[in-house]
């Protein structure tokens, strides 16, 4: 069969159409995607209020030490001197002998400041993420100790190891320019500052109802 | 001392008791006297936005360099060097996240999600090889992306598979697809980038499950050649598609072809199609009636494997948090186990009405059914219209690359003769000059 190679034939006019349609798929689809994108990039994030310090973020992190460590809001925190972030795990046997220290790494420094009062800093080059101190302070002080996940160590993975393990769903996405949710820094004037009010982030995109679904309790809904 | 901490517990029980569930200042913080300083938590920064953006550009470049090299420059050295550049970049380097093929998912959640804003890099990540694939075919599968390239790379001892066991396993890159586009666009899971096999070679950890089938995958590969990409990968299923209306391909030969079988075993993928006989004419009418079945049977497939995907909604859809949760309170309300796991204890010490989470679950539950008819009726729809492919014949009068299937790696150009001369003269032209 003697094909025109230049004309037209019957394969290469459906060829052409073909591609002439592929093209204006993809341009109609750049189009869409592009109103639908944002120019700023997320990163991954804990909210401290809904974290149950759970432990699960030292294991599940894909880093071999995971990127989630311990934060001390030092503007909340008491100074106590039987600290229930510092020393556990049987409040009433405390006694400041370091057999009773909580943290496995012995992440945290204790240092005297003034009388009755200690200074608890967390030294990140030892701190696993395991939360057991976030779980003493949330649950018998004032829970200046929350975990965050550290940009300086956070491989930023599509989707998170643990947020996909995380039993609270305190994982959500972050704008990268305000990229930790710290507790309010300044109890004293009550506000919020540093951090950035869940509603107005855009998260990771689990649907509304998921995402609201260890948030505040609802107001009004008798519980069954 | 002992006194002191009772004093505490008693403070910390009695507030405990008032039924606040968040943290609030049991322990008023103190006035210090000694002009002690408190430190304020060190906040890193994150990469920078313009490494994310630079990483565009290097997809940019590689991805017309790759097609550069395979359509024009034609040597499989070449390719292989930037192939090895890309891996290191894209995999070792930039952990080998994000990927387009985990884009796809972004992709996918942001077209159902109206919430979901997709960054502008990923967009880039997931559009870019598809424009170029339309252009050159799949340049970005030869040399760009790190899991082909890793792959590539261990293939030592390549055997080839009959076209039908090839064609039968690549069903499961379809199915893989299909999922994968139902969970990221319910929310519910990103499960490429969770069973992404070579990702625990480019961060050199994580999870042990994760590395044995990367190891095993890298195994297989030795003697298959590039097993992801052929059989599993999502995206290259696009590609596949696109490659087919590209308007530029991969020749296996500079000039005319003269069918000397050389490259006949030269592709490791099973990419290179022999000329076809005459086509028999007793064989035509045979042909023919078996066409208008299988166009028959087109319908019935995509109802059948929909209704599939239809019923499993109560297995899918547990794939979803929000389900579990729901599954694992009923069974715990209604007493059939007794123990708690934190997630439960964590609803319930929001105190939200187990109702409305049961009536989300079932919400979900629905999306699952509407995502299973769509997923299975794709599914179905690609059977069918793999069996009416194969039922039709293409006429090929040389040997030629397979549009769809060619990953453009560039090991049938030493084959060929007419390449050799074609290189020899070039050389003699420069020497004479």
Same mark, same amino acid.
């Given at each position: 069969m003697a094909e025109n190679k230049n004309g037209i034939n019957r394969r290469n006019f459906l060829r052409n159409g073909l591609w002439a349609a592929g093209l204006t798929g993809l341009g109609a689809a750049a189009g869409f995607l592009s109103r639908r994108s944002s120019k700023r990039n997320t990163v991954w994030q804990i909210d401290p209020e809904i974290c149950i310090a759970c432990g699960n973020c030292a294991?599940?992190?894909?880093?071999?030490?995971?990127?989630v460590k311990c934060v001390h809001a030092h503007a909340m925190c008491g100074y106590c001197r039987i600290c229930f972030g510092f020393? &556990?795990?049987?409040?009433?046997?405390?006694?400041?002998?370091?057999?009773? =220290?909580?943290?496995?790494?012995?992440?945290?420094?204790?240092?005297?400041?003034?009388?009755?009062?200690?200074?608890?800093?967390?030294?990140? %080059?030892?701190?696993?993420?395991?939360?057991?101190?976030?779980?003493?302070?949330?649950?018998? &002080?004032?829970?200046?100790?929350?975990? =965050?996940?550290?940009?300086?160590?956070?491989?930023?993975?599509?989707?998170?190891?643990?947020?996909?393990?995380?039993?609270? &769903?305190?994982?959500?996405?972050?704008?990268?320019?305000?990229?930790?949710?710290?507790?309010?820094?300044?109890?004293?004037?009550?506000?919020?500052? &540093?951090?950035?009010?869940? %509603?107005? =982030?855009?998260?990771?995109?689990?649907?509304?109802? =998921?995402?609201?679904?260890?948030?505040?309790? %609802?107001?009004?809904?008798?519980?069954? | 001392m002992i006194r002191f901490a009772y004093i505490i517990i008693a403070t910390a029980a009695l507030l405990f008791s008032s039924g606040a569930a968040s943290a609030f200042e049991r322990f008023p913080p103190p006035d210090f006297e000694s002009g002690y300083q408190?430190?304020?938590?060190?906040?890193?920064?994150?990469?920078?936005?313009?490494?994310?953006?630079?990483?565009?550009?290097?997809?940019?470049?590689?991805?017309?360099?790759?097609?550069?090299?395979?359509?024009?420059?034609?040597?499989?050295?070449?390719?292989?060097?930037?192939?090895?550049?890309?891996?290191?970049?894209?995999?070792?380097?930039?952990?080998?996240?994000?990927?387009?093929?985990?884009?796809?998912?972004?992709?996918?959640?942001?077209?159902?999600?109206?919430?979901?804003?997709?960054?502008?890099?990923?967009?880039?990540?997931?559009?870019?090889?598809?424009?170029?694939?339309?252009?050159?075919?799949?340049?970005?599968? #030869?040399?760009?992306?790190?899991?082909?390239?890793?792959?590539?790379?261990?293939?030592?001892?390549?055997?080839?598979?009959?076209e039908w066991l090839e064609s039968g396993l690549r069903l499961f890159a379809y199915i893989y697809l299909a999922a994968a586009v139902m969970f990221a666009a319910t929310g519910s899971a990103f499960v490429i980038c969770r069973y992404d096999p070579f990702v625990s070679f480019f961060r050199l950890s994580g999870s042990l499950n994760i590395l044995i089938l990367g190891v095993c995958f890298l195994f297989v590969g030795i003697f298959i050649g590039r097993p992801y990409c052929r059989f599993i990968c999502p995206y290259g299923v696009i590609l596949r598609q696109l490659s087919r209306i590209s308007k530029w391909k991969v020749a296996i030969t500079p000039d005319e072809c003269i069918k000397c079988r050389l490259c006949e075993d030269s592709c490791p993928f099973g990419a290179i199609r022999a000329p076809t006989a005459e086509w028999p004419a007793h064989d035509y009418n045979k042909s023919k009636k078996r066409l208008a079945f299988l166009i028959l049977l087109l319908p019935v497939l995509v109802f059948s494997c929909g209704w599939i995907g239809f019923t499993l909604r109560p297995v899918t859809s547990r794939v979803h948090d929000t389900v579990r949760l729901a599954d694992r309170i009923y069974l715990e309300e209604?007493?059939?186990?007794?123990?708690?796991?934190?997630?439960?204890? #964590?609803?319930?010490?929001?105190?939200?009405?187990?109702?409305?989470?049961?009536?989300?679950?079932?919400?979900?539950?629905?999306?699952?059914?509407?995502?299973?008819w769509i997923a299975g009726g794709f599914v179905g729809l690609v059977i069918a219209l793999k069996l009416i492919g194969h039922s039709l014949r293409h006429r090929r009068t040389d040997y030629e690359a397979e549009r769809a299937g060619c990953l453009a790696c560039g090991r049938c150009f030493e084959y060929c003769p007419k390449e050799h001369a074609k290189r020899k003269l070039a050389k003699e032209t420069v020497g004479k000059s």
């Open positions: 294991t599940y992190c894909v880093l071999e030490e995971s990127a020393f &556990g795990p049987e409040p009433l046997d405390i006694n400041e002998g370091a057999e009773n =220290q909580l943290c496995p790494t012995g992440a945290i420094k204790r240092t005297f400041v003034e009388d009755p009062y200690y200074e608890y800093t967390i030294d990140e %080059s030892l701190c696993m993420g395991c939360g057991k101190c976030v779980k003493g302070c949330k649950t018998f &002080g004032n829970g200046s100790l929350f975990l =965050q996940v550290r940009h300086d160590r956070c491989l930023n993975c599509n989707e998170c190891s643990i947020a996909a393990a995380c039993p609270s &769903g305190a994982f959500k996405r972050v704008p990268a320019d305000k990229p930790y949710l710290l507790k309010r820094v300044d109890i004293d004037k009550n506000n919020t500052a &540093g951090r950035t009010p869940a %509603s107005s =982030q855009t998260f990771y995109g689990l649907p509304k109802r =998921q995402r609201d679904r260890f948030g505040a309790p %609802s107001n009004g809904v008798d519980r069954a | 408190q430190p304020s938590p060190t906040t890193p920064h994150p990469r920078q936005d313009i490494y994310e953006y630079i990483d565009v550009v290097v997809l940019l470049a590689a991805l017309g360099l790759s097609s550069y090299l395979v359509l024009r420059w034609r040597t499989r050295r070449a390719i292989f060097v930037l192939m090895v550049l890309s891996l290191f970049y894209f995999g070792f380097w930039r952990k080998g996240c994000v990927c387009p093929i985990g884009a796809i998912q972004n992709i996918a959640l942001s077209v159902f999600d109206p919430d979901y804003a997709v960054p502008i890099v990923v967009m880039f990540f997931f559009l870019l090889p598809l424009v170029f694939t339309l252009f050159f075919g799949r340049t970005f599968c #030869a040399a760009v992306c790190p899991l082909g390239a890793i792959q590539d790379l261990v293939l030592l001892r390549p055997i080839s598979i009959p209604t007493g059939k186990v007794q123990d708690t796991t934190d997630a439960s204890d #964590a609803f319930r010490a929001t105190g939200k009405d187990i109702k409305a989470l049961y009536a989300d679950a079932l919400d979900i539950q629905a999306e699952f059914g509407l995502g299973g």
